[in-house]
């Protein structure tokens, strides 16, 4: 049996610790030697899906190479990138590159993406029958999360579905006020994340986070368009394995970023997507790319 960490988190604050994670390998620095099953070491990892089946087969192909991960579950997407700033968590892998951004632009740290896992559609929901964008009329009311990370994607999907037109075509950062209306046939009902399936009973679409749609027990499937129709513009929206910039050569982190990639794993994470889901690659160095450019946005935005 592979041990799990238990979180127990006192408050939200960018100064809250866990102490049960005060023995982890980053912290007593012992993850900066190479792991074998003869020489084991141990890596907390923030998550906030730890009971997806797949994460049993990623811990158990790391206990062969001797690294008994730890796996801390989160209900809180706030809580993780704190406490890895903190150095009491080694990783954690729950954030796409926006996020990490807005996180670190507005807590000044400097974590760092050091391995891509997937992209994750955000998709367009309804219950009034559509079977695609085109189906939906005019002066039709679609719900969109409110959080400026999913707000902004969320309008690029409407965009991407010919539903909106954003002024200068829109970015990561994009708001309610930067639609056309004159340009668009739909009015967007920003609302909190967890009441987008809510608004599927009494507005015409909405625009659904994976983890909330099945919560309420839809199948993401029956989406009637998401962004991975179009992933040109998906690239903020690569999820990451995260860490400190001191830790950012660690080999031990960068083979468990390896194991990740392995067939048994990412089969595991499109099956428990349905297919919602695209395997991502890019090289440390790509994501650094990526990630500094999204926080020269944020800062931009910020002003």
Known sequence: MKRRLTALIATIALTATVSACSGSAATEGSANETADPANP???????????????????????DEGIEVELVNFTDYQQPNPI?????????????????????????????????????????????????PADIPDGAEIAIPNDPTNQARALLVLQSADLISLKDGGNALSTPADIDEAASRVTVVPVDANQTTVQLKTLDGAIINNNFAADAGIDPTTAI???????????????????????????????????????????????????????????????????????????????
């Open 84 to 132: 890895v700033s903190q150095g009491e968590l080694d990783l954690n892998q729950f954030q796409h590159l926006l996020f990490l951004a807005n996180y670190n632009v507005s807590a000044g740290e400097d974590l760092v993406a050091i391995g891509a896992t997937m992209i994750y559609q955000l998709g367009l929901y309804t219950d009034k029958g559509y079977t695609e």
């Open 225 to 303: 368009y998401s962004d991975l129709e179009d992933t040109s513009a998906a690239e903020p929206y690569i999820n990451v394995f995260a860490t400190r910039a001191k830790d950012a050569e660690n080999p031990v982190y960068a083979k468990l970023v390896e194991i990740y990639h392995e067939a048994t794993v990412t089969d595991a994470v499109l099956a428990e997507s349905k297919g919602t889901a695209v395997v991502q690659n890019q090289t440390p160095a790509e994501l650094e790319a990526i990630l500094t450019g999204l926080q020269d946005d944020v800062t931009a935005a910020k002003g």
């Open 41 to 63: 070491v141990t890596v907390t990892i923030g998550v906030t899906d730890e009971s997806k089946d797949y994460w049993d087969t990623f811990t158990d192909l790391a206990k």
